[in-house]
């Protein structure tokens, strides 16, 4: 009797816990679409961005173009990271350090350049062959200048994220950071759907 008592308590505690809250109204109104920049000088392969406390927007591009559009639309770059290029790989994702206002850190996640070779990684060989094709994504927090420009010498490399390169596809990265200051990377699969019928390896 116990254990069936115990059974009808597990499965009321699951019940409560499926309980989805009601969605909150949207209200459009809340919202509106602003260009920040456009066309090929200004943008490039845009990516990610951040919204710095001057309201300034950072902008990447996945050939290691950071850019900063400023509150009157004006955009400039304010740094190129050296970054290795195929298909999907380079500079992803950008963030502004919560506490921006005072330490001017922002974040990086992007693909440095190492020695891999150009061009398509094979389709079949042994360990050794795949080992030169063997890189990292890389997380890496800069300071930003006075002057909106990054201060490449204050590089600190936090996180190498192993990846396949040479192949085909879904590198991208994103950083975020929670009320409480934690810093959160997202990554993508780092494989190619096409080769698995739509699924990851």
Known sequence: MSAALLLVAASASALAVQAAPAAAAINAADFQQVTLAKGEPEVGEPLTISVLPDRSVLHT???GTLRRTDANGTTSVIANIPVYQHDEEG???VAADPNFATNRYIYLYYAPPLSTPAGDAPATGTATDWATWTGVNRLSRFTLNANFTVNMSSQVNIL????NRGICCHVGGD????AAGNLYLSTGDDS?????AGYSP
């Open 61 to 63: 591009a996945r050939n």
């Open 175 to 178: 950083i975020d950071f929670d």
């Open 91 to 93: 500079l992803q994702g």
């Open 192 to 196: 190619n759907p096409f080769d698995s």
């Open 160 to 163: 190498d994220v192993p990846a």
